[in-house]
């Protein structure tokens, strides 16, 4: 995983060639509405406890072959990732993994939206501070040129964690987005300047939280390229 206090520009990370940015509008991904205007409920938290093993006989066992499953469709056993989720899950026992790739998908499509629009409340709620400060600044380059871009998701066909840990300073997980985004960018006389194509994107987006911070939230720390 590359370092979090690694940020590319977000440009960039979108859209690997520069060719375009981020815009304004987000419609749909995988058949799913999303409300644009409104982060997702609980701001990419996880509310769902998952049961510590229990070392129980009998007909008592069902919660341990549940813990022992609960990373399936997630990670390979006894993976790296699936070591890391278990790691997780000690040190936050209300981390659910479906919940959280359930998240991660929405945290990419609203966090893509509020890039486009400008929307700094929301990515500020989303974002890590370091984070926050590299997208408030493309936002506001774009602004000085008097430039408006829209965008879709056409789809998110692959969202699958690719790391997972436990630090002494919280919990991280990296998760890999293969995506087709559509976009147009125009200048400040309403011009196309660039984009009306679908164009596929790879890339990997880091997520921390503190368990032990009040704040439930997951928060963008970084992100880059997938290799």
Known sequence: ????????????VIFAALAVFICWKLRSVLGVRVDR????SGHFQTSYSSPMPQATIGPAQ????????????????????WNGLDD???ADTNFDGVEFIDGA?????????????????????????????VFS???????????TLETAVVAIDVAKIETA?????????????????????????GDTIDGGRTVPVIEVWTFARDPRASDPNWKLIATHPAQ
């Open 62 to 81: 069902k919660p341990v072959r549940e813990a022992a499953r609960r990373w399936e469709g997630l990670a390979e056993k006894d993976s790296p990732v």
């Open 37 to 40: 205007d409104t982060p997702p």
């Open 165 to 189: 840990r436990a630090l002494a300073k919280g919990v991280e997980i990296s998760v890999r987005y293969e995506a087709r985004l559509m976009s147009v960018r125009r200048d400040k006389n």
């Open 137 to 147: 600044q493309e936002i506001s380059k774009r602004e000085q040129q008097g430039e």
């Open 105 to 133: 998908r929405r945290a990419y499509e609203i966090i893509i939206a509020a890039f486009a629009k400008g929307d700094r409340d929301t990515l500020r709620s989303l974002l890590s501070n370091e984070t926050f400060d």
């Open 1 to 12: 995983m590359a370092p979090t206090g690694e940020f590319l520009d977000p440009a960039m």
């Open 88 to 90: 997780i899950a000690k």
